[in-house]
């Protein structure tokens, strides 16, 4: 099992700033997920983040809006550039070992 | 997008069996069926997953069909802290790391 610690857990920014959100495991990882989950919406997925190499964005998300950092096997920061209110959701970070994922607690976000 | 389909609300009443349906005609031999679920405001939580061969843990039982083109959570006795919204995932075969989440089924346990 891996215990996966998200910071901050939620904030209130002004359009037009930035925000990084933390994402921290307890255990050496290969590949980190990075989630976001609009009010009432499933889960998308945005990127994968391999350490030693830059993350793979999905369809639609892009490393100038959301870069991101994979300094080591346990560590990876995901940054909500230039935020508008419809960045408002919730981002998660994900790993996977064979057999299943596992999920911080989120990060709730509002653009004001 | 998802490969699957399931109904977007159930409601089952406590101490009862809640079964959960999922369809995913499309799937592939070697392909499993995974199966999370996501409590109000907190992340998902892995259930269960299989194959071929009906499952069973501590958490739910998976019922898969013979074609395999359809499968069903069974909770076997749902309490109110089961209310959340269960998620039927396929990943794909050569990255089963990759999950695409459909919309789920939101269930709600009635005292």
């Known amino acids: 099992s891996a215990v996966i610690s998200q910071k901050p857990s939620r904030d209130i920014c002004q359009r037009g700033t930035s925000l990084t959100i933390q994402c921290q495991v307890d255990?050496?990882?290969?590949?980190m997920f990075w989630y976001r989950q609009q009010p009432g919406q499933s889960l998308t997925l945005i990127a994968t983040?391999?350490?030693?190499?830059?993350?793979?964005?999905e369809s639609g998300f892009v490393i100038d809006k959301f870069p991101i950092s994979r300094p080591n096997l346990t560590f990876s920061t995901l940054t909500v550039s230039n935020m508008s209110p419809e960045d408002s959701s919730i981002y998660l970070c994900?790993?996977?070992?064979?057999?299943?994922?596992?999920f911080g607690q989120g990060t709730r976000l509002t653009v004001v | 997008d998802a490969k699957t389909t399931q109904p977007p609300s159930m409601d089952c009443a406590e101490g009862r069996a809640a079964n959960l349906p999922c369809n995913h005609s499309?799937?592939?031999?070697?392909?499993?069926v995974y199966w999370y679920r996501q409590i109000h405001s907190q992340g998902p939580q892995y259930i269960i997953h299989?194959?071929?061969?009906?499952e069973t843990n501590e958490m739910a039982s998976l019922i898969i069909t013979e074609d395999r083109k359809s499968s069903t959570l069974i909770l076997p006795h749902a309490t109110l802290r089961d209310t959340a919204v269960y998620y039927c995932?396929?990943?794909?075969?050569?990255?089963?790391?990759?999950?695409?989440w459909g919309l789920g089924t939101s269930l709600a346990v009635n005292p």
């Open positions: 255990s050496q990882v290969t590949m």
């Open positions: 299989g194959l071929k061969n009906n």
């Open positions: 995932i396929v990943p794909n075969a050569g990255n089963n790391r990759k999950l695409i």
């Open positions: 499309t799937i592939s031999g070697n392909e499993y």
């Open positions: 994900s790993v996977s070992d064979r057999t299943e994922a596992f």
């Open positions: 983040a391999n350490q030693g190499s830059e993350a793979t964005y």
